[in-house]
Each structure stands twice: as structure tokens, then as C-alpha cells.
């Protein structure tokens, strides 16, 4: 169904004189900044969107757009690269106002709003010299939670899902509940991984570890020391302690160098930080060492490489070990890049993370593995060459395909990969399945990442 504001005023009328938050329609002034998502390039015009300020707003929404048989959409804090936080023609339930952090220092819990970010929770928690597993930005904490979590502290705390310990979820039929390991269980697990299929997250909460500072940083080696630097690494991480966790791959200097770059970050005491990090520092002749030790909120807002407002197009594979074939896709159709801004980012999944069983939590994927997001990012001026970006991106995820396990992490799969969805479930796919027919059987909540269909 199709239906504008401008075609039936009174109707959206109704939905707003129902909200605390505001309405925003297309002709509004305030739309197009709302509109906008982390990902330039996503143009999809929602007919409104409604700023939820309270959980009421979220089921006054939820129940009328039900009602009037509209496309739906959810929005935490807008990162996805794909934009399924925007329905085309549909209503968007924004939560990213909703950002209040609330914080437990005796009992250490963290209690989240829908739309806070990595950084709202840091921020609160640093305070009490807490911290918990987020993304390497400050992104929204719900999307990256619903979809798995990847984190620089994962060695030690495990994914985003392995701290969350209770959800507060408006369900399909506008019912409000708790899941966690006591009530609506089922649920609960389905939450740790199975995206947003089931329901609105209103709030989360999450464990915390005693953390404020981490040994963290880029060091720099020449291109023409790539397949050296990756062999020694190789076997490097083998035996890395939980404790480092390392993002590498290749990026642009702002002086216009394609460097390949090692990012480890060190969770626990500084001194075995320095020692487990030294022997990265001699895999090469390093042009940059910026490792040092880094409050854990610096590391989150550190100098941001895929900025706001940017294109980008997204494409992942999740590698079996670094083999040498490996290797060779990356350096040979990796490079050049098909823009200044684009990038190949890998980071190792392992110890904490890996030592949860695949049945225990719906992110099913917990051996060992290199996630890769290969990233496209182009300034705006430039839409005719669109598809030379996502063709390079496309071209290196296909053919490190043989490397990899089946399916991708579905916060970085695009939205036309829906393919690769029950690979990615894999084991846990029918479980899944059967959760959706129970909790949405009516897809509902279809725009999102990890869609199941029925
Ligand atoms: C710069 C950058 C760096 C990144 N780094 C990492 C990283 O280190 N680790 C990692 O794991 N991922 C990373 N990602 C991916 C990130 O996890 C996803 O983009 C995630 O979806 C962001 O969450 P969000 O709440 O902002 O999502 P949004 O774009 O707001 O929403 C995306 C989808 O998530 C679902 N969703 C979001 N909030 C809710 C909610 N409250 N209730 C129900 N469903 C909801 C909806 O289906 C929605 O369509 C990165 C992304 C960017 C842009």
C-alpha cells in the first residue's frame, strides 16, 4: 500500500496527535536532516518518520501502522551501510533520540536506550572505570548487538551478544517484554544475533568489565612488504592471547599512501600489552608505530575513517585463516583502490568469542575466523562511477568466497544478499524460522538485517 501524507493529511494526523516525539513528513523542513543515515548514498524517502521519545510512541506507532497496512522500518542510531533503518514510502520507528544510559557501578550492568550509541555508553560507564564489548566506532549499541557485535575487546568479553543480559522489546502485536535468560527466553536468544526479525528493542542491558585504558593503535608497513608482513602475522595470531584482538588491512594515508596497516588493541595489564604487541612492530620496517596506551572512549572516537555523510557500499566475507590464495585476492584486486576513501578492513575473531557454543546464542558462527568488510566509500560528486565502487567490492568478496565460511555477518551483508542469510544462520537457521512464525508471523518486521523469511 501506498499512501502519502500529502494524499491523507488527516489520517497522519492521527498517528501524530498519539506521539510525545515529532512527526516528520517529507515536506517538513526538518525531514531531510532526520532522513539522513550514516550512508550518503541511501535515498529512500520514508512518508514519515516518527522521533519516539518514549515507549508509548513506539507502540502508538507501531500498532497505527499496522493498522493502516504500511511498510516499517526501525532505526537505532542509522549506521547501517545499507540503510534498512528507512522504508521507502513506509514509517520509520526513530529511535535514535531515545539515548538514555542508565549505570549499576555495584552490580555492574549497564541499562541502554534503543537509540544510544557506543559512545552515550562509554561515556556513562567510564565514570566507574567500566566498559563493555562495542563496535570499534561509537554506533548505534542495538544494531550492533541484534546483529552479533565484533569488538577490539572480543578476546577478553566476547561479542556484543556475550554482555547483553535482558532486552526490554515491543513485539508484532504491540505487547511490551522482557527477554532474558528467566523470561521470554526464547526470544532472549534469538535477540543475541537473529537481527531485528522479532520486535523494537527499547532498551538493553548489558554486563560491564572493569576497563578504562588499552594499549591501541596503527602501525604502518610499506605496500611492497605486504605478503612478508601478512606470512609472519599469520602465525602470529595463532597464539595471540585473548587480550589482542588486531584490526588490519590496507587503507589510504590523508597524504595519499596505500599502506598496509596493523591495529591491535590490547586489553589488560599495559607491560604484557607491550611485550605481546613488540613482535608486530618487527614484521617490517615500520612507517608509522602509533601504538600507545589509549583511554577506551579515545580508541571509540579516534580520527573516524569512514565518515558520516560518505557513499559507501559494503561487502563481507568471514576468512578461514589467512591463507596464502587469500593473500593474493587481497593484495591483487584490492589494490588499487577504486577510490582514495575506500578501504578493506579485517579483524581476528577469537578467544572469549570463540569459546561460546554455536547453539548457545543465534550468531552461529564462534570457530576462529577473520571477519573482512571491504568498503567502497566515494565522495557524492561522483555518482556515475557508482559501479565501478561496488563492482571492486563485489570482484574481492567473490573471490575470497572459497576462503571463507558460508554465508557473512549480517550487519555487513548488502541487502541484496539475502542468500547468504541461513548460510550465515547455518545450524540455528530452523530455530530461527520457528521464533519468527511465533513472535512476527506476519513479517512485520521485514526491513532488516538478517530478514528470515517465512
Ligand atoms: C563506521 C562503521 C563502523 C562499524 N564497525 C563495526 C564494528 O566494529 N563491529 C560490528 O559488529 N559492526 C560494525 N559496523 C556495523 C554496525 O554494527 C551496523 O551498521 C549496525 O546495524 C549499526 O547499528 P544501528 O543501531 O546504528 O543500526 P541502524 O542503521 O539504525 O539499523 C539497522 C537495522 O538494525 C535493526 N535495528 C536497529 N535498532 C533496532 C532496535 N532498537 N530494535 C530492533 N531493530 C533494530 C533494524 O532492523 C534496522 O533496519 C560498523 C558500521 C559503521 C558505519
Not at 74 to 84: I, P, S
Request: hydrophobic share 40%; glycine share 10%; charged share 15%.
Amino acid at each position: 500500500m501506498t499512501i502519502t501524507p500529502s494524499q491523507n493529511k488527516t489520517l497522519f494526523h492521527e498517528l501524530a496527535a498519539l506521539l510525545t516525539g515529532q512527526l516528520f513528513f517529507p515536506d517538513d523542513a526538518g525531514y531531510e536532516q532526520v532522513r539522513q543515515l550514516w550512508n550518503g548514498r541511501v535515498k529512500t524517502q520514508p512518508a514519515a518518520i516518527a522521533r519516539c521519545l518514549t515507549v508509548e510512541d513506539v507502540i502508538h506507532t507501531l500498532r497505527w501502522t499496522r493498522a493502516h497496512g504500511l511498510p516499517l522500518s526501525v532505526r537505532g542510531a542509522g549506521h547501517d551501510f545499507a540503510g534498512r533503518a528507512l522504508a521507502q514510502n513506509g514509517i520509520v520507528i526513530d529511535l535514535s533520540q531515545m539515548k538514555a544510559v542508565t549505570i549499576d557501578p555495584d552490580k555492574r550492568t549497564a541499562q541502554v536506550e534503543g537509540g544510544a550509541t557506543a559512545g552515550d555508553l562509554i561515556e556513562a560507564a567510564e565514570k566507574y572505570g567500566l566498559a563493555t564489548t562495542t563496535g570499534t566506532a561509537s554506533l548505534g549499541m542495538s544494531g550492533f548487538t541484534l546483529g552479533g557485535g565484533y569488538s577490539p575487546l572480543m578476546g577478553v568479553y566476547g561479542l556484543g551478544v556475550d554482555n547483553l543480559l535482558s532486552a526490554q522489546v515491543v513485539i508484532a502485536d504491540g505487547q511490551l517484554v522482557t527477554a532474558n535468560a528467566q523470561e521470554y527466553a526464547d526470544l532472549f536468544w534469538g535477540l543475541r544475533g537473529g537481527g531485528g526479525n522479532f520486535g523494537i528493542v527499547v532498551s538493553l542491558e548489558y554486563r560491564l568489565h572493569p576497563l578504562t585504558t588499552v594499549l591501541s593503535g596503527m602501525l604502518f608497513y610499506p605496500l611492497e612488504q605486504a605478503r612478508a608482513v601478512f606470512r609472519q602475522f599469520n602465525e602470529f595470531i595463532a597464539t595471540a592471547p585473548d587480550e589482542l584482538t588486531i584490526q588490519f588491512g590496507f587503507i589510504q594515508t590523508p597524504e595519499g599512501q596505500t599502506v598496509l596497516l596493523l591495529s591491535p588493541t590490547y586489553c589488560g595489564a599495559l607491560e604484557a600489552g607491550e611485550r605481546a604487541i613488540a613482535p608486530l612492530r618487527t614484521f617490517g620496517t615500520l612507517l608509522v608505530d602509533q601504538v600507545q596506551p589509549v583511554t577506551y572512549n579515545a580508541l571509540i572516537h579516534r580520527a573516524e575513517i569512514a565518515p558520516k555523510g560518505r557513499h559507501y557500499y559494503s561487502q563481507t566475507q568471514s576468512l578461514n585463516g589467512l591463507q596464502t590464495e587469500a593473500i593474493e585476492v587481497l593484495i591483487e584486486q584490492g589494490l588499487p583502490f577504486s577510490s582514495p576513501f575506500s578501504m578493506i578492513g579485517l579483524i581476528n575473531f577469537h578467544g572469549a568469542a570463540s569459546r561460546v557454543g554455536a547453539y548457545e546464542t543465534a550468531f552461529a558462527l564462534r570457530q576462529d575466523h577473520l571477519l573482512v568488510n571491504i568498503l567502497a566509500a566515494w565522495e557524492p560528486q561522483s555518482p556515475d562511477e557508482e559501479q565501478r565502487h561496488i563492482q571492486w567490492a563485489q570482484n574481492i568478496s567473490r573471490s575470497l568466497a572459497p576462503y571463507a565460511f558460508k554465508g557473512g555477518y549480517i550487519n555487513l551483508l548488502d541487502q541484496e544478499e539475502q542468500e547468504r542469510v541461513p548460510l550465515t544462520f547455518g545450524t540455528n537457521y530452523e530455530r530461527l524460522l520457528d521464533l519468527k512464525r511465533k513472535y512476527d508471523p506476519d513479517d512485520v518486521f521485514r526491513l532488516t538485517v538478517g530478514h528470515l523469511a517465512l
